[in-house]
T-cell receptor, first 114, second 113 residues
Framework: SQQGEEDPQALSIQEGENATMNCSYK?????LQWYRQNSGRGLVHLIL?????REKHSGRLRVTLDTSKKSSSLLITASRAADTASYFC??????????????FGQGTTLQVKP | GAVVSQHPSRVICKSGTSVKIECRSL??????MFWYRQFPKQSLMLMAT?????????EQGVEKDKFLINHASLTLSTLTVTSAHPEDSSFYIC?????????FGPGTRLLVL
C-alpha cells in the first residue's frame, strides 16, 4: 500500500524560480529517495537521504529529512523548463528483513514555464 | 553505471494472450528486482519482489498466477502477464537495487485490446 503523501499535487512556476515539494510517510525508514519521471518514461534517481541525515545537496537539488515529523522536502533552485516532470518520493521501510522494496508517494507534477 | 533496461518498450496484444516483459541489469548484478505498475497520472504500485533463484514475493492483491515472475539469473527478471485482459493495460516498470539505490528501467507500456 502507498504510504507516502506528497504536496502539492501540482506546481506551476516560472523559469528561474525555486520549487519546493513535500513528502510525508508513515513508518520508520532506512532511507528516503527522490525520483523524477518525465511523461511516459522511466524513473530517474535524483538523491538518497539516509535516516540519520538531515540535509543533502546535489547540484540545484536540496533535500531535507525530518524523521520526527516523518517528512521530507525537495527544493529545486533556479528551475529550468527541462525540470518539468513528475517528482516522487520513495521510502525504504525498515523491516526485519532489512532494506528492499520502495513505497512511493503520490507524486508532484511540476511545470516550469519558460 | 547502474543501467536497467526493459524489453519491449511497448506492446499491443489481443485479449487472452500472454505477454512477457524482460528486465535486465546491464552493468551490475541484482539478486533482487522489483516490478511496479503505474496507471496514467498515478504513482507506482509495487507488484512483486523478484528474487534470484527463488520464488517471487507478491504484494497483497496481486495474483501470482496471472503475473508470473521468473528471476533465473543475476541480471534478468521476467514478468509474464498471462491471459491478458484490457484492464491489465498499464505501464509496467522494473527496478534493481545497486548500492542502496534502486535503478529503474524505462518501462513497458502494455495495451490489451
Amino acid at each position: 500500500s502507498q504510504q507516502g503523501e506528497e504536496d502539492p499535487q501540482a506546481l506551476s512556476i516560472q523559469e528561474g524560480e525555486n520549487a519546493t515539494m513535500n513528502c510525508s510517510y508513515k513508518t520508520s525508514i532506512n532511507n528516503l529517495q527522490w525520483y523524477r519521471q518525465n511523461s511516459g518514461r522511466g524513473l530517474v534517481h535524483l538523491i538518497l537521504i539516509r535516516s540519520n541525515e538531515r540535509e543533502k545537496h546535489s547540484g540545484r537539488l536540496r533535500v531535507t529529512l525530518d524523521t520526527s515529523k516523518k517528512s521530507s522536502s525537495l527544493l529545486i533552485t533556479a528551475s529550468r523548463a527541462a525540470d518539468t516532470a513528475s517528482y516522487f518520493c520513495a521510502t525504504d521501510a525498515k523491516t526485519a528483513k532489512g532494506t528492499g522494496k520502495l513505497i512511493f508517494g503520490q507524486g508532484t507534477t511540476l511545470q516550469v514555464k519558460p | 553505471g547502474a543501467v536497467v533496461s526493459q524489453h519491449p518498450s511497448r506492446v499491443i496484444c489481443k485479449s487472452g494472450t500472454s505477454v512477457k516483459i524482460e528486465c535486465r541489469s546491464l552493468d551490475f548484478q541484482a539478486t533482487t528486482m522489483f516490478w511496479y505498475r503505474q496507471f496514467p497520472k498515478q504513482s507506482l504500485m509495487l507488484m512483486a519482489t523478484s528474487n534470484e533463484g527463488s520464488k517471487a514475493t507478491y504484494e497483497q492483491g496481486v495474483e501470482k498466477d496471472k503475473f508470473l515472475i521468473n528471476h533465473a539469473s543475476l541480471t534478468l527478471s521476467t514478468l509474464t502477464v498471462t491471459s491478458a485482459h484490457p484492464e491489465d493495460s498499464s505501464f509496467y516498470i522494473c527496478s534493481a537495487e545497486h548500492q542502496e539505490t534502486q535503478y529503474f528501467g524505462p518501462g513497458t507500456r502494455l495495451l490489451v485490446l
